[in-house]
């Protein structure tokens, strides 16, 4: 990975930085939900996983993932699969139940609009033992980012993510807009 750049041209969020502090290892599967047109977590997630593991680039907008599909092309990373769906519906997103080792949600937990069936979403898609990271702004002034009424401070998230599916595990540093929380998914089935 070592001479790949990034074309979002963006240091905000270190994408590797963040996939190697969470742990990521080659043949892992993992779905970066909300993933957004430039692929800053999809492609470096691809690239670190490699050939024998799969990502899934899951978004409500086709566009975005038209986009997208176009990078992946460009760039011949066959281990992506774009997911049209919504996050906020529990069940959506055709990905097989319990099959991800890391389950990314990067700046959408503040824009969601049904809270409870996202973490539900996220605990149906991760196996037991399975990482999920939640990132989101600082409920503080930076420099870009929506504006500071629509942003959720740590305690904020960490209320809305508390679940039975779901144990944290720590804080992780994401960088000086962001911050970063870090999940384990319980054993425990998530019934319909």
Request: glycine share 8%.
């Amino acid at each position: 990975m070592k001479g790949f750049v990034l074309k979002s041209g963006t240091e905000l969020i270190n994408p590797f930085k963040l996939l190697e502090r969470v742990g990521i290892q080659p043949g892992w599967n993992v779905a970066d939900l909300g993933c957004g047109t430039t692929g800053h977590f999809v492609i470096p997630a691809a690239q670190l996983v490699g050939a024998d593991g799969k990502v899934y680039a899951v978004d409500i907008r086709r566009d975005v993932l038209e986009h997208l599909d176009k990078l992946i092309k460009q760039e011949q990373l066959y281990n992506i699969h774009t997911v049209w769906s919504d996050i906020d519906v529990y069940g959506a997103a055709r990905i097989p139940d319990g099959s991800l080792d890391l389950c990314l949600l990067i700046n959408n937990l503040f824009i969601s609009q049904n809270k409870p069936a996202l973490i539900r979403e996220m605990a149906r898609l991760t196996k037991p033992g399975g990482r999920i990271i939640i990132v989101e702004w600082k409920a503080e002034p930076t420099p870009i980012g929506p504006s500071e009424d629509h942003r959720l401070t740590i305690e904020q998230s960490k209320q809305i993510c508390e679940s039975q599916f779901m144990e944290f595990l720590d804080e992780i540093e994401v960088g000086h807009s962001h911050y970063g929380l870090m999940y384990e998914r319980t054993p425990l089935p998530v019934n319909d």
